[in-house]
């Protein structure tokens, strides 16, 4: 799976600087930080009501958008997935109400 986001993740690295009339990302990479994470927010909102209301079908389209718009909200603010991944793998076998906890949130 990892190597799928990990090639995703590149083809969104690559849009940085192309035509944005030609690229979705390249346009979302223009608009910087702000852009992408607005799209990132409605495309949340969109999972959540699908998650809520709308068929497997759905939530898996909506789900795989929201990812999308994560890597690009990533690659607008140059956070490399390799740094998730390894924040990930540091909360691996942490309990999540200890690792909030730590978190003070």
Do not use: C, Q, W
């Given at each position: ?44 909102v969109e999972t959540v ?46 309990s999540g109400v200890v ?7």
């Amino acid at each position: 799976m990892t190597d799928a986001l990990s090639d995703l993740a590149a083809t969104i690295a690559s849009r940085r600087g192309a035509d944005p009339a030609s690229s979705y990302a390249a346009k979302l990479l223009l608009g910087g930080a702000p852009l992408a994470a607005r799209k990132l927010g409605e495309e949340a909102v969109e999972t959540v009501v699908a998650a809520l209301s709308g068929s497997d079908a759905e939530l898996t389209g909506e789900a795989a958008d929201l990812i999308f718009h994560l890597l690009v909200l990533l690659e607008s603010r140059d956070v490399p997935l390799s740094a998730v991944i390894n924040e990930l793998r540091r909360r691996e076998g942490v309990s999540g109400v200890v690792e909030k906890a730590a978190r003070g949130s």
